[in-house]
């Protein structure tokens, strides 16, 4: 007698996902080179298992993952990935409503890290950057967003951390009352803003002018921060004050909705 026939497309299904599995963050291209399967029918099981959660693809760079369902007791890394599967859509639909783009940025110990972007989506044309790419703490707008809302012991760790950097971005550790001053502010403004020397350019590595302007808000949950994410614009369109009293407002709902997101995959 026969035994049960074996179902095709769930078999190419599972082997879509033993590839992720193998090769976390793969583009289309590798996941055709590591399955044999042609282009369209993979981009017919990734879209099939992207709506059951059990794949996303990030906005950033196109690339596949496994998905927050498939994992469980996430490592540091699966968490901050986690909070950018949550933060995706709602950042994409910013970025429709607005045109300018936003990056999400978590904590990575001295330094912020870049975990989704919508520069790739927006129709103006900024600097791209990578997933990954470290920004420094205390002259960027997304760190001092975090840390003007983290619990104080978290706060004081961090620039604990930093004050024995001999990285010129950290000299503000060295200096708690100007810094609790401008932290002050941010508190008191709502949003972060870069501070007036840094031009653009990663955490540790050379001064880049890049022609931005940014604001940052933290993303609360509770007493904590998850990250905090920004929106950018060219210098020469807007003042800094013109564009939060525009956009202030539309960001600050986005962090609210990727909190809300977050907790309620926690749930599941």
């Excluded at 029918?41 to 498939?70: C, F, P």
């Excluded at 760190?143 to 604990?160: F, M, N, S, T």
């Excluded at 870069?194 to 509770?222: C, E, K, N």
């Excluded at 907790?263 to 599941?268: A, I």
Aim: aromatic fraction near 4%; hydrophobic fraction near 40%; charge should be positive.
């Amino acid at each position: 007698m026969a035994g049960p026939k074996v179902i095709k497309s769930l078999e190419r299904g599972l082997l879509v996902l033993q590839a992720l599995q193998m090769q976390p963050d793969s583009s289309l291209q590798e996941l055709h080179v590591f399955t044999n399967i042609s282009k369209p029918s993979l981009l017919r099981i990734l879209h099939t298992l992207a709506r059951s959660g059990l794949v996303t693809r990030r906005l950033a760079d196109g690339r596949y993952r496994i998905g927050a369902t498939l994992s469980h007791a996430p490592s540091r890394r699966e968490h901050r990935d986690r909070i950018a599967e949550a933060a995706a859509p709602i950042l994409e639909r910013l970025c429709e409503r607005v045109s300018w783009p936003s990056d999400l940025m978590v904590p990575a110990g001295d330094h912020m890290e870049i975990r989704e972007t919508t520069r790739a989506r927006s129709p103006i044309l900024l600097q791209q950057e990578r997933i990954g790419l470290p920004v420094n703490w205390l002259h960027s707008a997304v760190g001092r967003a975090y840390l003007a809302y983290c619990p104080v012991k978290e706060r004081q760790h961090i620039v604990d951390l930093l004050r024995s950097s001999s990285k010129p971005e950290d000299r503000l550790a060295r200096e708690p009352a100007r810094l609790s001053s401008i932290l002050a502010e941010v508190r008191a403004r709502g949003y972060g803003t870069r501070d007036a020397t840094h031009t653009g350019g990663y955490y540790g590595g050379p001064p880049h002018a890049d022609g931005l302007f940014s604001i940052a808000v933290p993303l609360r949950d509770g007493q904590r921060v998850l990250g905090a994410i920004n929106m950018l614009w060219l210098k020469t369109a807007f003042s800094i004050e013109t564009f939060a009293a525009r956009h202030l407002d539309e960001l600050q709902e986005a962090a609210k909705e990727i909190v809300s997101s977050v907790r309620s995959r926690r749930r599941r």
